[in-house]
């Protein structure tokens, strides 16, 4: 059973940080790029950052560059997105992507975990 599975979300203060988690089961993490999206009510799902294969190349929105940090362990098979310095529109619904490199063939995502930063 393919899964990826998402955890750390919570309520957080202004200015605070959390760290999500990603666990993949059923498929090994190495032969996908990996990929943190979100999604607020209203609005329509972003890409937040992108990690590849053995973490060489990251990326990130503009929104978020410089406080958030992608990161990999593709032995412990985990994603995780270390989020610094929260706003308040920073909360929504963040979501686990795996995607097969080079191909793009075959994609994975998460149920999500919800981050709320509010005071």
């Known amino acids: 059973q393919v899964q990826l599975v998402e955890s750390g979300g919570g309520l957080v203060q202004p200015g605070g940080s959390l760290r999500l988690s990603c666990l993949a089961s059923?498929?090994?993490?190495?032969?996908?790029?990996m990929r943190w999206h979100r999604q607020a009510p209203g609005k329509e799902r972003e890409l937040v950052a992108g990690i590849s294969r053995f973490g060489t190349v990251t990326n990130y929105a503009d929104s978020v560059k410089g406080r958030f940090t992608i990161s990999r362990d593709n032995r412990k098979n985990t994603v995780y997105l270390q989020m610094n310095s929260l706003k308040p529109e920073d909360t929504a619904g963040y979501y686990c992507?795996?995607?097969?490199?080079?191909?793009?063939?075959?994609?994975?995502w998460g149920q999500g975990t919800q981050e709320t930063v509010s005071s």
């Open positions: 992507n795996a995607r097969r490199s080079p191909d793009g063939n075959l994609a994975y």
């Open positions: 059923g498929f090994t993490l190495s032969s996908y790029d």
